[in-house]
């Protein structure tokens, strides 16, 4: 019995294609749409964007479009969080987080000045600076690229940024053991081979 080639064999992209991971780094990105919602934190700025220069331009275009999935969404977006005004260390850290992202985007584009209206993030430039996050889900562990920090667009060109450690979960997921293996413990066990 022979394989029976289906019809669109030459135009179905690998998984090298469509899945290879966006490098830790630098990169010059577009602000595609800004909107405030409420999470488990209170209020945040969910920001959409794309890669707009260099080789992975439209990377996230590119992995949205790929996506079989039905349910997909916009994969290039990041958070950032409202701060509360309360007073509290924390608060402080989401203060000088959400000024250190608006003076990036008015650096970066010049005649911006921030107005207190997230709408018009839109179409405004941002440098972003990657490094990985790993995850985990329903016991797979894997890396995504994670945009860490905003930086000015000129800070990207010049190569004037430093890239975060990666952000690792806080416990590690124990190691699954194929079928057929067993798990031993202790160190001093003698193999049975």
Not at 28 to 47: E, F, P, R, W
């Amino acid at each position: 019995m022979a394989i029976k080639r289906f019809g669109d064999y030459d135009k179905v992209k690998t998984y090298s294609e469509s899945g290879e991971m966006l490098p830790r780094g630098g990169y010059v990105c577009k602000i595609l749409d800004a909107k405030v919602i409420d999470n488990s934190y209170g209020s945040s700025i969910k920001v959409a964007f794309d890669v707009c220069e260099g080789e992975y331009k439209d990377y996230y275009l590119g992995r949205y479009t790929t996506s079989t999935r039905e349910d997909k969404k916009w994969p290039g977006t990041f958070l950032i969080n409202l701060p509360r005004d309360d007073g509290s260390e924390k608060d402080g850290w989401t203060k000088r987080r959400f000024k250190t992202f608006v003076e990036c985007i008015e650096e970066s584009n010049d005649g911006y000045h921030f107005d207190w209206d997230e709408k018009k993030f839109a179409n405004k430039l941002i440098g972003m600076v990657f490094n990985y996050r790993q995850w985990e889900m329903n016991g797979q562990v894997g890396m995504t690229p994670n945009p860490a920090r905003p930086a000015t667009v000129a800070a990207i060109r010049e190569g004037k940024f430093k890239i975060p450690e990666d952000k690792l979960l806080k416990t590690q997921p124990a190691p699954s053991i194929p079928a057929g293996f067993t798990q031993i413990d202790g160190g001093d066990t003698e193999l049975p081979f």
